[in-house]
């Protein structure tokens, strides 16, 4: 039981529902409640899929099926963390909005990049090496729920203080995005660099 409470931990820690409020901010203000519950299901189905189908393939996905290595894949997703990292430092919250689209096809954008990425499925992989098939993805489906609900009590927590105080919300969001662009390269760096070392590691043996 320790393991598995460990295993969703892992996930929702990375999945991070207070950090992703403020890469949404801008559709939690434009949609109400019943919409924005809908997009956030979906993209949370979309997500789940994903997370269970790397927790039960592992890394054989990458060796046998994109015939890459793993190291690759974190070297490609530290370099568009990177990229997030930096559009967040420049333009604030509103950088997340251009790489997710409009907001009648917001589902997908908000499961991809928002949920699901590198860090995510890096931990959707570890899960699955620590816990049979069954315990594996039921880790991975708790962490992904935990989070969207969080998300959704959220939103409606910032309805609510919205009205009575919006010129606080407001910069409290711009100043917690640009924070989040340090907290986002820095992950960004370290992808990069572990997924450098792999490979390095690799190319000596």
């Not at 969207?148 to 009590?153: E, G, L, P, S, V």
């Not at 009575?164 to 917690?176: D, K, N």
Request: with cysteine; glycine share 8%; proline share 2%.
């Amino acid at each position: 039981m320790a393991e598995f409470i460990k295993s969703i931990l892992l996930l929702l820690v990375l999945l991070n529902p207070f950090l992703v409020v403020i890469y949404l901010i801008d559709i939690i203000q434009k949609l109400d409640s019943k919409r924005f519950r809908n997009v956030l299901i979906r993209a949370g189905f979309i997500a789940a899929a994903v997370f269970v189908c790397f927790s039960i393939l592992g890394t054989a996905v990458f060796s046998s099926f994109f015939q890459v290595d793993f190291a690759s894949f974190q070297i490609f997703g530290g370099i568009v963390f990177l990229l997030i990292g930096i559009q967040f430092v420049f333009k604030g919250p509103d950088a997340i909005e251009v790489l997710r689209g409009e907001s009648e096809h917001i589902a997908g954008a908000v499961a991809m990049p928002v949920l699901i990425g590198p860090g995510t499925i890096s931990a959707s992989v570890v899960i699955g090496e620590r816990h049979n098939l069954v315990i594996g993805s039921l880790a991975v489906l708790a962490a992904t729920v935990l989070c969207i609900a969080t998300i959704y009590i959220l939103k409606r927590v910032h309805d609510y203080v919205r009205t009575r105080r919006e010129a606080l919300i407001q910069r409290y969001i711009e100043i917690a995005g640009r924070i989040t662009a340090l907290f986002v390269g820095t992950v960004a760096i370290e992808m990069i660099f572990q997924g450098l070392k792999s490979w390095i590691a690799k190319m000596i043996i």
